[in-house]
């Protein structure tokens, strides 16, 4: 079975420019969380939804972060303007229920210059 | 006070022996705890969850929790070097995982 998968791996782009990053959960898994994880501050969440609806977006550092989830198979999260502070591993989990385990999909490597 | 506390490390371990991670967390609510291996340059990956006071066993993995003290532990027997990674722990309230800052664990040959 496929598990989160997450695109780009890897981004390089300039201060400024918009990212967009994407994600497909698990199939069947209705919950999905957004994470930023650096050196600095380790792993923290960004928002999650449930049933495609946002529960919680108090992770969510500022204005230039929005996250969205058209339907049940598809996440994405789009910083604009990029910052060199918004650069960190980017991770998408899923769950099939609430308060249990999450399955962390391969992340995606952000560099703003 | 932090949510989740843990001790970030190095803790090193020779090969064979028993490693041993702790957490401490401060919502008395918290009902699921789990643990999550890391490898550098890898995503977190769920090894041990526990719901229940006392032990849960998993092969040469244990988890303890005491919700009584707020304290949630995982034994790694026999330890080898391919154990080597970051060890989260977390615990659920409504809805999201709250992570410790994570343990670095050495094994050495």
């Known amino acids: 079975d496929a598990g989160v998968i997450q695109s780009p791996r890897h981004e390089v782009t300039e201060m400024g420019q918009e990212v967009t990053l994407r994600c497909k959960p698990i199939?069947?898994?209705?919950?999905l969380f957004w994470y930023r994880q650096t050196m600095m501050r380790g792993l923290e969440l960004l928002i999650y939804f449930n049933n495609n609806v946002p529960i919680d977006d108090s992770g969510m550092p500022e204005d230039r972060f929005s996250a969205k989830m058209p339907n049940a198979s598809f996440s994405t999260l789009k910083i604009q303007p990029s910052e060199p502070r918004d650069s960190a591993v980017y991770f998408c989990?899923?769950?099939?229920?609430?308060?249990?385990?999450?399955?962390f999909g391969p992340g995606t490597r952000l560099t703003v210059l | 006070q932090k949510e989740v506390e843990q001790n970030s490390g190095p803790l090193s371990v020779p090969e064979g022996a028993i490693a041993s991670l702790n957490c401490t967390y401060s919502?008395?609510?918290?009902?699921?705890f789990f643990w999550y291996r890391q490898y550098s340059g890898k995503s977190p990956e769920l090894i041990m969850f526990i719901y229940s006071n006392g032990d849960k066993e998993d092969g040469r993995f244990t988890a303890q929790l005491n919700k009584a003290s707020q304290y949630v532990s995982l034994l790694i027997r026999d330890s080898q070097p391919s154990d080597s990674a970051t060890y989260l722990c977390?615990?659920?309230?409504?809805?999201?995982?709250?992570f410790g800052q994570g343990t670095t664990l050495q094994v050495k040959p």
């Open positions: 977390a615990f659920s309230n409504t809805g999201k995982l709250i």
């Open positions: 989990a899923s769950s099939p229920t609430w308060a249990n385990e999450q399955f």
């Open positions: 199939s069947g898994h209705n919950s």
């Open positions: 919502d008395r609510g918290s009902q699921s």
